[in-house]
Nanobody, 121 residues
Framework: QVQVVESGGGLVQPGGSRRLSCAAS????????MSWYRQLPGQQRDLVAT???????KYEDSVKGRFTISRDNTKNTVYLDMTELKPGDTAVYYC???????????????WGQGTQVTVSS
């Protein structure tokens, strides 16, 4: 059984900062790519940032220079440091991890349950 759990969401004032964390636990052989997505009600889930096993990162244009994705492989954890937050960043943030389990022969992706970030004064 594998769990992927996000934390760190909440209410933030415009211009403020927030750190999201996402940790995978359970019987895991290896974690590969890690990503953060966000979703507004009634809309699709959009990619925000991704980080590969070699640390290579990519960002959605609207968050470049404001958000930073990082990972701690010893803890199977991915972070999203968000600065200069805007009301338009309000969404449910989800992490996605590509993992290989000891009982599996295929790398699959797993989602967390999501954490709400609200940017408002």
């Amino acid at each position: 059984q594998v769990q992927v759990v996000e934390s760190g969401g909440g209410l933030v004032q415009p211009g403020g900062s927030r750190r999201l964390s996402c940790a995978a636990s359970g019987s895991i052989y290896r974690v590969y790519g890690m990503s953060w997505y966000r979703q507004l009600p009634g809309q699709q889930r959009d990619l925000v940032a991704t980080i590969g096993t070699d640390g290579d990162t990519k960002y959605e244009d609207s968050v470049k220079g404001r958000f930073t994705i990082s990972r701690d492989n010893t803890k199977n954890t991915v972070y999203l440091d968000m600065t200069e937050l805007k009301p338009g960043d309000t969404a449910v943030y989800y992490c996605q991890m590509w993992m290989l389990l000891p009982t599996d022969t295929t790398v699959r992706y797993y989602w967390g349950q999501g954490t709400q970030v609200t940017v408002s004064s």
